[in-house]
């Protein structure tokens, strides 16, 4: 079975520092890849990283970086210089073949 | 940018009622789904529908629902005799590929509130 844990229901950071969101996962498959997802209050989905599980190195979009650390099955989200715009629910998000395992969230709040 | 367009925005609906949720995937997209989102919960997965025939779908995904692409631009999942429990968020997306690289494009969901 495939699971996915996040296990900080909310957290905060003050603007302009950097927060890391924690994510495991628990998998048998071999070729999958890992996302996270931003839901703003608007409640849409958007896509924020992915990461190949056959790569080693940690994926970079910007201010967003990850620690995927495969024999641990952990996927952190990194985000640097963190802004009011980033105030979101976050998922951590898992795909192998044809359908994502979502995490239950993390909701992150940017304080002025 | 491309986007996934998904309507109403929100749909209240009277309990054993059948609802129609719309979706516009992005035009050169193959691969189709629907997720639920209920309140406070994690996204789950409904179905994946490819080449006109659904390739894939949850336990969720009883006899009450079904999913159909009639005119080639939309995705329609409908629920027949809606139920309380029934009331989600409803997530409608894409994907240009199947592959287990590409990420989904979400659409901005619909609120479907069954009283």
């Known amino acids: 079975a495939q699971t996915v844990t996040q296990s900080q229901p909310e957290m905060s950071v003050q603007e302009a520092e950097t927060v890391t969101l924690s994510c495991t996962y628990d998998t048998s498959e071999n070729n999958y890849y890992l996302f996270w997802y931003k839901q703003p209050p608007s409640r849409q989905m958007i896509l924020v990283i992915r990461q190949e599980a056959y790569k080693q190195q940690n994926a970079t979009e910007n201010r967003f970086s990850v620690n995927f650390q495969k024999a641990a099955k952990s996927f952190s989200l990194k985000i640097s210089d963190s802004q009011l715009g980033d105030t979101a629910m976050y998922f951590c998000?898992?795909?192998?073949?044809?359908?994502?395992?979502f995490g239950t969230g993390t909701s992150l709040t940017v304080i002025p | 940018e491309p986007e996934v367009t998904q309507t109403p925005s929100h749909q209240v609906t009277q309990m054993g009622q059948e609802v129609i949720l719309r979706c516009v995937p992005i035009s050169n997209h193959l691969y189709f789904y629907w997720y639920r989102q209920i309140l406070g919960q994690k996204v789950e997965f409904l179905v994946s529908?490819?080449?006109?025939?659904?390739?894939?779908k949850s336990e969720i995904f009883d006899d009450q629902f079904s999913v159909e692409r009639p005119d080639g631009s939309n995705f329609t999942l409908k629920i027949r005799s809606t139920k309380l429990e029934d009331s989600a968020m409803y997530f409608c997306?894409?994907?240009?590929?199947?592959?287990?690289?590409?990420?989904?494009?979400f659409g901005s969901g619909t609120r479907l509130t069954v009283v």
């Open positions: 997306a894409s994907s240009q590929q199947g592959a287990v690289s590409y990420g989904y494009t």
């Open positions: 529908f490819y080449n006109n025939e659904i390739s894939e």
């Open positions: 998000a898992f795909r192998a073949g044809n359908q994502f395992y």
